[in-house]
């Protein structure tokens, strides 16, 4: 069986082993299967919520179990697991996502729903390590970043489309989770490219790595970006609905806005080498929370979409420089495999807390979705 490399050193592109353009390619896309969901969520959540499978808390629930499933996924088989057999556990783990997902097509009650998006979560979590494992291994692993989320979007941007223009107005939120079940099965082929052993990478105990404070204020910045952009993703079309804004159009600004997520991270992969790390950082946190300002005014159509396609382009224009943040941070690159499990569990975190604020509107008693709503601002139930 082919292997990224037996040999203690790698050759100039990577630290260890050496890994075919066929195998890194697969490796990735393994990788983006399991993250799918993150650019879906808007799509599907939205049409479970407009069909009446959950209420509003419950879409909350849902999303966060998800993400932090797929976190805990992600953590545990980089930190515990060896890299060893990737293609029988690709193999398994799409398998596993594949059911999940026919489940979550078929579940009756908002418990069994959330139990198949948390099982869901698991195996999403093991398909990201099987990238970012390997990701960690490269000498430019900010550029290998870079195309890993450009890759991942690229398919996000597509599905979005084919669900929101064709799935779900013919078949509803369950062919739309059908739609994944297939991807999961179709790409068990792909599983068997995959390197099937990563060569080891030369570091101490993993954990003593991580637990600095360098590591640990790299990990919390990622986690507190993605936290931000979670508060407003996954409510997307609920905000949407309270400004006037139709679930199809809303669908459409979700693909608008993962092809802009596509061209941030091929941006990003163009210039990572040449814009300091840190200076990308905080102006890309500037902007963020500009576009957050403008989505509190009450904004019209055009606006919305505009805020939405900025948001949209440096949520992932940051990931590189995010990588080499924690590579910095930890040249051991133990942080590295811990970057995704920062970034989901940030996405996890950031729905819970429009429900924890949301109130019912004053005027109509309707319950309000937007965490920036002011007791001023207009009635638009």
């Given amino acids: 069986m082919t292997s990224a490399g037996n040999a203690d050193a790698g050759n100039g592109d990577w630290l260890v082993g050496n890994p075919t353009g066929a195998q890194l390619a697969s490796a990735l896309w393994i990788g983006s299967v399991g993250l799918l969901i993150l650019g879906l969520q808007p799509v599907l959540?939205?049409?479970?919520?407009?069909?009446?499978?959950?209420?509003?808390?419950?879409?909350?629930?849902?999303?966060?179990?998800?993400?932090?499933?797929?976190?805990?996924?992600?953590?545990?088989?980089?930190?515990?697991?060896?890299?060893?057999?990737?293609?029988?556990?690709?193999a398994v783990l799409l398998l596993l996502l594949a059911l999940a997902n026919g489940a979550t097509a078929y579940a009756l009650t908002s418990?069994?729903?959330?139990?198949?998006?948390?099982?869901?979560?698991?195996?999403?979590?093991?398909?990201?390590?099987?990238?970012?494992?390997?990701?960690?291994?490269?000498?430019?692993?900010?550029?290998?970043?870079?195309?890993?989320?450009?890759?991942?979007?690229?398919?996000?941007?597509?599905?979005?489309?084919?669900?929101?223009?064709?799935?779900?107005?013919?078949?509803?939120?369950?062919?739309?989770?059908?739609?994944?079940?297939?991807?999961?099965?179709?790409?068990?082929?792909?599983?068997?490219?995959?390197?099937?052993?990563?060569?080891?990478?030369?570091?101490?105990?993993?954990f003593s790595n991580v637990l600095t404070v360098p590591s640990l204020a790299a990990l919390l910045s990622v986690f507190c970006y993605f936290m931000f952009f979670g508060s407003v993703w996954a409510f997307l079309e609920p905000l949407g609905a309270q400004y006037g804004i139709d679930g199809r159009t809303v669908g459409l600004i979700v693909s608008a806005n993962l092809a802009l997520q596509v061209l941030g991270a091929m941006t990003a992969t163009v210039f990572e080498a040449r814009i300091d790390y840190r200076f990308a950082i905080v102006a890309i946190g500037v902007v963020a929370v500009a576009s957050s300002v403008v989505l509190a005014g009450s904004p019209g159509l055009t606006v919305f979409w505009v805020a939405a396609l900025i948001m949209g382009f440096i949520l992932l224009f940051i990931v590189p420089y995010q990588i080499r943040l924690a590579i910095t941070a930890d040249e051991t690159r133990t942080a590295v495999l811990l970057v995704p499990a920062a970034q989901l569990f940030g996405l996890a975190i950031g729905p819970v807390a429009p429900t924890r604020r949301a109130r019912p509107c004053f005027w109509c008693r309707r319950p309000s979705f937007s965490v920036w709503r002011s007791a001023r601002s207009r009635h638009r139930c």
């Fill in 45 to 90: 959540l939205g049409a479970l919520y407009t069909e009446g499978h959950v209420s509003g808390d419950e879409l909350a629930l849902v999303a966060t179990a998800e993400m932090i499933a797929i976190g805990i996924g992600s953590a545990a088989i980089a930190m515990m697991l060896s890299a060893h057999n990737m293609r029988l556990k690709s």
């Fill in 111 to 206: 418990t069994s729903l959330i139990a198949a998006r948390a099982v869901a979560g698991l195996a999403e979590g093991g398909l990201v390590a099987v990238a970012t494992e390997l990701i960690a291994r490269s000498r430019r692993a900010e550029r290998i970043g870079g195309f890993f989320v450009t890759l991942q979007t690229l398919a996000q941007c597509a599905l979005a489309l084919l669900l929101a223009l064709y799935v779900i107005p013919a078949a509803g939120s369950a062919g739309g989770f059908i739609v994944l079940a297939v991807v999961c099965i179709a790409s068990v082929a792909v599983a068997f490219i995959v390197p099937d052993s990563y060569a080891d990478l030369p570091k101490e105990e993993q």
